[in-house]
């Protein structure tokens, strides 16, 4: 075996309200490519992110070829030869490739940036990769997948001894793909350390000799990937807990259809969407994070624009097709990110239930919101859905998590959707708030109302779904009945067929 | 990447520089003094410390923040340094230096406001907008006062159009370098299209901030100074609007709000002189001076929805065509 190139142990760090790392050790080859694998919130990202410089870690060590290393900013991980490709591009758009592969480490000449020995070296990065940008190009006008692969190039330029890729594939083509594996095929030769970071299990098959599994911020296997089987490493990620059966609470079976999308095209994200959803059912869009679900969503209602594809509602008893700009009319949508997308925070529970329905508040004799009825339709509300408040005018941030959900979904009632799109309904909420939100997706679906539900945990949309939609890389790759089990679906989200 | 001629990118491109020389043509053929070489030493030589000025406050603006206290850091700035040279008989050569040093240091009370203490931009400045021009009213006890006969007797010597045109030239040229070739200028560049991104690259933000506010208040008062030459006063009106003439400068020459482009050569240059030479024009074409600033709203809003239209072309990512998804999961 040969070196040790990196040598992590004991890392513990924990933010407000969760340990993130419960005391990992990871230990890393010259020469090898390191699969570090996990579901999400496992820890990996936290644990690169450490290793990057990006985060602080509470406790632990880390040495690099044998040494220690004090690693405080992304700047020091540069010093001692650690490259991070970070997953969300970190780009800046309006300067060149050159400026952004080398902003923090221009070569300068009496004071003056050398842009000579700057585009030259950007270049040479590039070509590796098998790309001939001229280096004078501003990134904005680079394609995602471009953009990568711009990323990848800067991680070159130090020349690391420990090259950290998080998700490099996600917005890659097949062929810049096969060129990234190539290169790490030529890292690995030099005696760099690849730590290699995917939900796609394939990638990890063809490119990693070695893995780490992680689950809630523990190591809890790994080894050699040839003494690995697909299923074993999907065990060790999801463990051995059973899902527990909510099957006896999940809605009755389908009525007649409510939504039809046809051919639904985004070039670069969705590719020739298909499906179904009908009254009364809960369907579950399940694929990991980047496999296009909340695309998908907001392409449907509007908020990103489509090539091509037909969108159809039931609007009275007739199927008709509708323009994604109007879909609102009908559908009702739970955003990802309540907080940010989702809620006015510093407003109170009154406003932000009344704000998308004013209209109605309004009647024809004085034309301002009438106070009257706003506090009766937030007050039928709170107390349909249950949301605990010291009262109507407590601002939305001071609310449990559970609780601003809730303010979101009684919003979206009043204007009784006939459809209901639910992106991580139940994302962040304690263990309570998760059932309270599973039993208002029930009561939606039983009062007839069609939904769709997204969610990156298994267990929670293994608890509400009648039936699964698969996505995997923008588009359906399967669907699974409501008895399909936990096995079935990681195999079938991870692309495995 | 082949590039293909498009008209839509090239009106965004070259827009303002034809509008530009339109604006030229049209008062070069309607009046008769417009196009003459004393005109032109006019425009420049009112333009230079109006340029010199803003060139602080772009790069504030280029780190897609703000800077509306400089009008005010300038009349404080001058009040105190030409109290000294005037009543304690403080040398020339020391007293302008000083006002420098004042500008400087007034722009770094507002770098440590806004990135240490964290308060909004905006209000900081303001609040110094405010402030330092009560400092100043009071010290002034709200009188004009002449500069030292030294200054004026400078501000009249036959070449000192020439003199200002030059030295705002040299100093353009200078910050343009600062923005274009050295680190701290692509860090402001990297601020302002995103902080968050910058800092996770390496950039160290809060002093790359801090410093653009001190380079605003030091820059406003070396442009001051070449203008309080041509003035020979300080009066208690001094400076007063001088912030939102600067921003407009910027703003018309292409220097986006929201941080991270534009350019001081030739962006802020052509943004600076068209201000100058639109009114120059009208002055020759006999309008009224109360229809100025109108005028100068007009041209604002104009580079506004250039501006906007642009960030609207822009915002249409170009996505690889190609057969990506159709068989990356095969």
Redesign the interface.
Known sequence: MSAVGLRMVNIQKSFPGIQALKGVDLEAYAGEALAVIGANGAGKSTLMNVLGG?LRPDSGEIYIHDEPAEIH???DA?RYGIAFV?QEM??????TIA?NMF????P?QA???D?RTTNEQSAQALARLGCD?PPG?RV???????RQIVEIARGLLIHPKIIIFDEPTSS????E?ARLFDVIAGLKTEGVTVIYITHFLDEVFSVCERAYVLRNGETVGGGMIKDLTYQGIVQMMIGAKEVTSYFGQKADQAGELALKVEGLTR??VL?DIGFELHKGEVLGLWGLLGSGRTELLRAIIGLDPIDNGKIMVRDHGNLKPIQPKDAMNWIGMLTENRRDEGLLLPMSVKSNISLANLRGLVTNFWPLVNAGLETTLAEKFVNRLAIKTSGLNQPVATLSGGNQQKVVVGRWLERNPTIFFMDEPMRGLDVGAKAEIRTIITELAQSGTAVLVVSSEIEEIMSVSNRYLVM????I?GELPGTADKDELVAAAA?NR | ?IKKFNLQDFLMSYGFTIIFALVLIFFALGTENFLTINNILTVLANAAPWLVMATGLALVIMTGSIDISIGSILFLALALGNSLMLYRGLPVAIGIPLVFLIGALLGSLNGLLIVVVGINPLITTMGMMFALRGLALWLTSGLVQNIPPALQQFGRIGLFKEFIILTAAVILVLVH?LVT???FG??V??I???AE??A????RVKRVRFLTYVMSGLMVCVGGTLQIMQISNVHPRLGQGYEFTAIAAAVVGGISLFG??GSIIPGLVMGGLTLVIVENGLTHLGVSPYVYPFVRGGIIFLAMYADAMKSRV?AR?????????????A
């Open positions: 990006v900013s992304p700047l540069a970070h970190a780009m800046l758009p309006t300067l400026e902003i923090s480490t221009f300068t004071g003056l940036i842009y940008f190009t904005s006008h680079l394609s995602p997948g471009d890659l083509t097949r062929r793909k070039s670069g590719q995997h890389r923008g588009r790759t692309g | 990447m370098l070739r050295t680190t692509r860090h560049m990297a302002g299209n995103n991104v910058a996770r690259l390496g950039v991270g482009e822009m990512v170009h996505v690889t065509k190609d057969e990506e998804l159709t068989t990356a999961s």
